[in-house]
């Protein structure tokens, strides 16, 4: 809570302080902390192929720049919507069988604010227990009601579903592909094949998904070739595509009319920048020609082997480029990590409130350039300190 002190000075509540000490206490505690060495192995981020540092991608970008500047100079509706943005819509609305796509400066963003505004008084969300905090700040905003299933346990949607059926207003289902912080994913096809039993909008986010799923790349419901039953897509840049910026993936054009008329969020930000624009553009170009996703599918199931092999068998299973070590205890998941950093590899820690208290992990995040030396150094320092 924000307070007013007697000179008129906005001041952070002494509170807040209490609440800090709180969390240091029960070393929850969040710091910035740069990352400084640049050759150090970095399993934290979420470029999964690498293509931040990829050197044409580097160039599309610096194009960019050349051509439009650094900024996009202003809001989309004013100035900040340039050829090259059009560009990028075009190339994401045909790698999503020619939908109607809009582009935002974040996927935080389009999910806070379509589950903000779709959903309406009288209509009922069911969302998967994990969703990203994006997704519930968006429904904690909305006038809709709210169930939520167990991770993943789609009896319990079909339960919810069934029980909701002659439920007055619209139903929803929401939730992520790839989890952010699992790695594990629902089984897309049976929530497809719900859709043609109930009555619901699927609102599906895929972000870190796209590149490392389906023939094209474009994410897991290509690969299960559900996308005809999503009705909104939401797909981020800052992940595989290496960039940074999200877009949405609608039904029909007036939807997309929609979001640009209503959507503060949108409206009233400076857009996307040029250089993030261009580097989208080639890095989906790459990613819909080289065809790598068995190779890093199976590169994501060797790792998770080999580390059960040296004993860590709480891990998150599956294929995705999101990798799970299971720590439960928040210090000592930070002190591994720590003792990790020290050897020049940058692990996720992840603890509540991110994650459900007694689940604090290592996040690993894997990537298609990794080295045979690199897993095995990253597992034989693990092995050490576990
Ligand atoms: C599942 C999920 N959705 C959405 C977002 C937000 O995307 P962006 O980074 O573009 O804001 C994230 C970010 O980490 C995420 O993990």
């Known amino acids: 809570m924000c307070v007013l002190n007697s000179k008129k000075r906005l001041v952070l509540s002494k509170n807040w302080n209490h609440q800090l000490e709180d969390r240091k206490k029960l070393g929850l505690f969040r710091q910035l902390h ?10 934290a981020g979420n470029d999964y192929l690498l293509h931040s540092k990829n050197p044409e991608i580097i160039e599309a970008a610096c ?14 509706l004013v100035s900040g919507y340039t050829a090259i943005h059009q560009d990028l819509e075009k190339l994401l609305s045909e790698w999503y069988g020619n939908r109607p796509v809009l582009v935002w400066n974040t996927g935080y963003a389009i999910n806070q604010c379509v589950l903000s505004q779709v959903p309406e008084v009288g209509d009922l969300i069911l969302a998967d227990r994990l969703i990203h905090n994006s997704m519930i700040q968006g429904i904690l905003k909305s006038s809709a009601k709210f169930k939520r299933y167990d991770h993943l346990n789609l009896d319990r949607l079909e339960q919810l579903l069934e029980q909701n059926r002659e439920h007055s207003g619209q139903l929803f289902v929401v939730t992520e592909s790839v989890f952010s912080m699992d790695g594990d994913y629902p089984d897309l096809k049976r929530i497809a094949h719900l859709k043609s039993i109930y009555d ?11 590149g490392w799923y389906g023939n094209n790349g474009s994410g897991l419901a290509e690969e299960l070739g ?18 940074m910026g999200a877009y949405m993936v609608l039904r029909e054009d007036w939807e997309r009319d929609y979001w640009i008329n209503y959507a503060g969020e949108f409206i009233y930000s400076t857009y996307l920048s040029p250089m993030s624009v261009g580097a989208s553009i080639r890095s989906i170009q790459m990613i819909q020609k080289n065809k790598i996703r068995m190779e890093v599918q ?12 040296i004993g860590c068998s709480e891990i998150g299973q599956g294929d995705s480029p999101i990798l799970p070590i299971f720590i439960g205890d928040e210090h000592r998941c930070l002190e591994i990590a720590d003792h990790l950093k020290k050897n020049k590899i940058f692990v996720g820690a992840i603890r509540p409130p991110t994650v459900p208290k007694g689940t604090s992990r290592l996040r690993i995040s894997l990537n298609s350039q990794l080295k045979e030396n690199d897993i095995s150094r990253f597992v034989s320092i693990l092995q050490e300190i576990l």
């Open 226 to 243: 559900v996308l005809d039953q999503v009705d909104i897509l939401i797909g981020t840049m800052g992940k595989s595509v290496g960039s």
């Open 298 to 309: 199976t590169l994501s199931r060797k790792i998770r082997s080999l580390l059960v092999s």
């Open 63 to 76: 194009q960019a720049a050349r051509d439009w500047g650094c900024s996009s100079t202003g809001s989309p």
């Open 200 to 210: 619901f909008k699927w609102i599906l986010d895929e972000a870190h998904a796209v």
């Open 34 to 43: 740069p990352r400084v060495d640049s050759s150090a192995l970095n399993l």
